[in-house]
């Protein structure tokens, strides 16, 4: 894949294409989505209320979590009136992401009002995160492919609606995203010192967006390791000094807040949401069950994860998705692209870009085998690797002369089925 770099009026005339759509899609998820009707909605907002009225940074405490109430308000899918304050639960979440939205808390007084231009916040993030994969797929493929993976990200259809709510899961991605490229960029050069410190500052604003920012460390961590360096240790030491920095005054407030042992809040949020449901003992059957979720749910499954799709959609793009793994196999074979055309200089950058996925994969799994929450936003912040993945792999497929007009459609069907996601599933199943 060391294609040379090209910036010709028709590629960049889909790269504009492609943002402009995102707009008007991400626009119309964030308009007519009902209020509240997205995971955790009314938590993300109250914590950035508390922010935007100067109230500090909240503090989980028990009452926090007010399952009989929560579950009151989506069986009737937060009508107008609902009294939301009392749903605070995510307040022991890392604060940048709120920090960033509470000016536009601010803007407006009117509460459902306050949502929907929060949501517009998290929509101009996730623009900054399509445009940021764009350019870490051109760092490994060529042009048309890196469209592809900027394309597929920013249509997929549970990310547009990840990124038009009120969510911290859309800023993390857009951090390690940033990190990624970062790293990306120094894969000949190598990360001296200059590269480590601000990868270390991305892994720290990562880590205080969402744990899942940890996916940075795997990244830094990687890169220094893996590209050329003289100075190595300085590098390590220097990224290691600048994280810690960014992230142990958030530890220190977290054990004055939580106790010593419990810095994350993780312990209290156990206690606060003792109700959520967990997952027990695994067989086959509840593992197939939460895999099938997890699809699902990666794909597109909307509201507080009880709007599915129709089961055709999820049976075509069960076969799209075996059609991506087939090229994925291709691609890493050993008559695959990864051994006979990529760079071999190039070959660790692959595995840096993989680490990502690869950590917020075990977070997942982790997680899962206290509380049952299959949910494949949580694989988003490793948005940028996967649309690598699924670029390299559909290049691998298809004809050089056929990639243009076979990505084209790819990513027209993703515009329709985004379309169709919203008018023919969210908007009829949440309007009260």
């Known amino acids: 894949m060391a294609e040379a770099r090209r910036t010709d009026r028709p590629a960049l005339a889909a790269f504009w294409v492609i943002v402009a759509i995102y707009l008007a899609i991400g626009s119309l998820y964030a308009l007519r989505t009902p209020v509240y009707n997205a995971p955790d909605e009314p938590a993300h907002a109250n914590y950035v209320r508390a922010l935007s009225r100067r109230e500090g940074l909240p503090v989980l405490v028990p009452g926090d979590w007010d399952l009989p109430l929560l579950e009151d308000l989506k069986a009737r899918r937060f009508p107008e009136g609902s009294d939301v304050a009392a749903i605070r639960y995510e307040s022991h979440q890392p604060p940048i992401y709120y920090l960033v939205l509470a000016p536009l808390a601010q803007i407006v007084s009117e509460e459902r009002a306050q949502v929907v231009v929060m949501r517009f916040g998290s929509l101009a993030i996730g623009l900054l995160g399509v445009v940021l994969i764009y350019h870490v797929a051109r760092c490994l493929l060529d042009a048309d492919a890196a ?10 259809p549970m990310r547009v609606a990840v990124s038009t709510s009120v969510s911290n899961d859309i800023a993390v991605e857009l951090l390690v995203t940033a990190a990624l490229l970062l790293a990306l960029n120094r894969r000949r050069t190598g990360v001296g010192p200059t590269a480590a410190a601000m990868l270390g500052g991305l892994a720290a604003l990562a880590f205080l967006s969402k744990l899942s920012g ?14 050329p360096v003289r100075a190595r240790k300085r590098s390590l030491a220097i990224a290691s000094a600048v994280y810690l920095a960014g992230i142990v005054p958030w530890l220190v407030r977290g054990a004055i807040a939580y106790g010593p042992l419990d810095p994350l809040g993780l312990s209290r949020h156990d206690q606060v949401v003792v109700a959520q449901a967990r997952t027990g003992p695994l067989d086959a059957e509840i593992i197939g069950s939460m895999a099938s979720t997890l699809f699902r749910s990666f794909w597109g499954q909307f509201g507080w994860m009880g709007v599915l799709m129709d089961e055709r959609l999820y049976l075509g793009l069960a076969m799209f998705s075996l059609v991506i793994a087939l090229g994925i196999g291709l691609f890493v074979s050993p008559w695959g692209s990864f051994w006979t055309a990529v760079d071999r200089r190039d070959r660790g950058a692959w595995l840096v870009a993989a680490a990502p996925l690869v950590v917020v994969a075990a977070m997942t799994a982790l997680y899962n085998l206290t509380y049952l929450q299959p949910q494949g936003r949580y694989l988003f912040p490793a948005m940028a690797t996967v649309g690598l993945a699924v670029a390299a792999g559909l290049r691998e497929i298809v004809a050089t002369r056929q990639r243009i007009p076979v990505f084209g459609v790819i990513l027209s069907l993703m515009v329709a089925i985004d379309l169709i996601c919203l008018f023919a599933f969210i908007e009829p199943q949440l309007r009260t």
Do not use: E, H, R
């Not at 469209?147 to 997929?156: H, I, N, P, T, Y």
């Open 214 to 227: 940890v996916a940075c460390v795997a990244i830094a961590g990687s890169a220094i390791l893996l590209f």
């Open 147 to 156: 469209l592809l993976a900027m394309g597929f990200a920013a249509f997929l």
